[in-house]
């Protein structure tokens, strides 16, 4: 079978044994000669170092040595021994080596360093370069890890719709989804992409009590942030018989467990984004070692217009945060990762649940110290009456939402949950700082590439 016949990269160097006679297959990184020998720089993508090739006077090449240039993908017969060298354990004595494909010689990807900016101009070759190909296999694992998280702990995964006729959100930043049948709409009524998993989601969690959704979330929103795209994953768990203070511990558990995870799993590619992206990423990520602060968002105003700070936007109970109030936050204040709890119920969703004091809405944000808000979640409004009026308008709310409000007539329960958008924890655990660069192909306002 393919997989077993093959090697890669990754099972050749991970080897403790030298190997005959065997065939591995990839791209030229890069060629230097050295006395009689050259040393090609294999890659296949599948971990981070390269494999080196050495090239003798008695290996067969196909073409002149000038075809093996950089790009070029190649095969090579030969054996794995131990490398004379001190930059790594294992090399491959080639008796053959076969051109696959030739690399054109206007190949941008040219050993030294590109800009970010240049490598969104050609999304469809950044996967060769070393920051991209380890980046991607961080997404990689992360995506296992969250995944792993969840089966540990009895988490049934619901596959959520991406076509929905409902705005969770309230914020009216749905994409369409138009196709007509003859002259009718497809779905008889107006369709978009949706923004949120979470209500669907929540019909099951009254069904299965512990679920998750990890799929991809839209948002119309022409914001032109480093933080912000129109198509992100998000991870959204829901937890039954459960308040807010669950949440956050669900929360906080989730964060530095799969962390935790995904960093002992690669720490090849760590070690190149400490190097070359953020010089004190490992300082940084020590935050995820302490506990995370918790604070109402009415302390946090006060926090802020006692701060002495000469905000833009002035602090102001009833307003949203901006993100220089964040950074006072988590930056100055706290110095890591604060919950930010129980916010004006006016600029939050309908579905978060009303506190005592009919002001506030039990719901959380967590913001991180450089990413912001990483998550944002609630206790579920589980009161029938309740939420009918969070609703406003009555009719509507029965013709949009009348399978919504059915789980809280059938047995409700407390319950809460919380979305965490994918690419901001992926920031956060690399360093990179624009989100363009950490998902494959970002789709932004006016930008619709590739
Ligand atoms: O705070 P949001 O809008 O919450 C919800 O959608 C809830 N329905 C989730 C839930 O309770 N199940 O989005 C959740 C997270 C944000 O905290 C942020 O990390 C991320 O999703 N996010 C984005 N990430 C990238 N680009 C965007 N445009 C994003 N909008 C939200
Ligand atoms: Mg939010």
Known sequence: MFLEQKYNCKKLLMRDEPLLDINIEGWIKTKRSSKNVIFIELSDGSCQPNLQIVVSNETKLSEPLEAFSTGTSILVNGSLVESEGANQKWEVLAKSISVLGYCDNDYPLQKKRHSDEFLRGIAHLRGRTNKYAALTRIRSQLSFSIHNYFHQKNFVQIHTPIITSSDCEGAGEMFNVEHLLGEENFFGRPAHLTVSGQLPLETYCLSHSRVYTFG????????????????????????????????????????????????????????????????????????????????????????????????????????????EHEKFITDDHFKGPVFITDWPKDIKPFYMRLNDDEKTVSCMDLIMPRVGELIGGSAREERSDLLKIRLGDVEKAMNDYWWYLETRKYGTVKHAGFGMGFERLIMLLTGITNIRDVIAYPRTPHSLEF
């Not at 949440?247 to 467990?257: G, V, W």
């Open 216 to 323: 991809p979330a839209f948002r119309a929103e022409n914001s032109n942030t480093a933080r912000h795209v129109s198509e992100f994953w998000m991870v959204e768990p829901e937890i039954a018989f459960a308040d807010l203070s669950d949440d956050m511990d669900l929360a906080e558990d989730f964060i530095k467990q799969v962390a935790k995870e995904t960093l002992e799993m690669c720490p090849e590619e760590m070690t190149l984004f400490k190097k070359y992206v953020d010089k004190h990423l490992e300082k940084r990520l020590e935050m995820l070692n302490s506990k995370f602060h918790r604070c109402t968002y009415s302390d946090c105003i006060d926090l802020l217009k006692n701060s002495n700070k000469n905000f833009e936007f002035k602090p102001e109970w009833g307003k949203d945060l901006q993100t």
